[in-house]
């Protein structure tokens, strides 16, 4: 086969391929969409940080302006200091609120930053003073159900001790009864 | 009686062992052939029109099969996907699905498979016809070395054809899907896109993806080309080695992607 031939074949074929890879880059792979600038690095202290994983998204307003860059355990405070990487386009205050949310219902749980009103920025190195931590179910279900049964026993003040009343009194009625049978 | 057995038993390991030594021997004059083969790089770049040549054949000559079956994949994974998937109401996680088991799996096993198949065959027998018409030994009395002129530009052709083929097929078979998905289905295109942009990482999915195509292009190029160098020069052995290479070149592949596989997800 003529040697012009097989040379335009195969950049055809080279094309296809780097096309496809820049198909697969843009239009399938995150490279447009979660590409950070340069960022600097913040810690924050949480008692829970529940199933948080490193990389995972750092939102505000729900737009993506950082990640997760390490969790470690603070074996003296016995908490969760979490260091994440924020956008330097990006400058929040001091007094930045992190929480840690769930995207979706069983979604995957990442940090949403609120701003605050401090006119002093975070730095590099700066620690996010106020924190609030992941939900865990059980927890929130317990607190619930405690809740739920302190509200029972305040509206029902009265009539309690009432119906306890009658209950021992009839038991001590059934006893005396019992009591008494051989008696009898 | 016992003496009997003891020979018998010395038999059966006596053909052990050389089953075990011959594997061995292979293996290094596999290893050796590779050496020389990166040695003699050099001068096959310096004649890159040979190169292309190869690539001709073994990467533009694989263009329809690949195109075709990848599309087909595609498809049939967005059907199986979906059919489960909305079991869970999670239909929209479809692109997700077809998306990172292309990228990640699909489309570089399946392709070395196919290359294997397509492409491997067609090198063994090639060189085992050349080795058995004596066309070998005719270049080294020229001076000119097999290993330059031969194998070198089919093991860089393979390589160099191997991650293109294989990104090729991943976008073929996202876009099967994408067909059988959003207009066949009727999930919502929005939701099919964005899913995907999500959870797909263009490092830890695109890149390794393209890492292991690498690989298998070296192993199934290697072997299809050591096979067709070391084939008895009779009619039998070369197609023998043709079937060893089709064998040999898909475990390679499967058990390699094991081990990447793993390697991958632990890091």
Redesign the interface.
Known sequence: ?D?TT??L??G???A??????L???M???????ANLGPTYSVSAAFENVGSLKPNAPVKSAGVVVGRVDSINFDGLKFEAIVKINIDQRYKFPKDTFANIYTAGLLGEQYIGLEAGGDEDTLKNGDRIAKTQDAIVLEKMISQFLFSKASETKADNAEPIPASTAKLSDKKTAGKTLELGDPGF | MIKLLVIAIGRVLRGLGTRMIERVWRLGAGARLFFLTIFYSGESFRRF?LV??E??FT??MS?LIIIVSAFFVGMVLALQGYNTLQKYGSSEAIGVLV?LSL?RELGPVVTALLFAGRAGTAITAEIGLMKTTEQLSAMEMMAVSPIARVVAPRFWAGVI?M???A??F???G?LGGYLVAVPLIGVDQGAF?SQ???N???RL??VDG?IKSLVFGVACTMIALFEGFDAPPTAEGVSRATTRTVVISSLTVLGLDFVLTSFMLAV
């Open positions: 086969m040697r097989i040379d074949w195969v055809v074929f080279v296809l391929g780097v096309a496809a890879l198909g697969l880059a239009k399938v792979g995150n490279l447009t969409s | 029109h292309m040549r690539i001709y990467g533009v263009l998306a990228v054809s991650p293109i083929l990104s090729l991943s976008m073929v996202i896109w995907m942009q999500a797909v990482d263009f999915d695109i393209l």
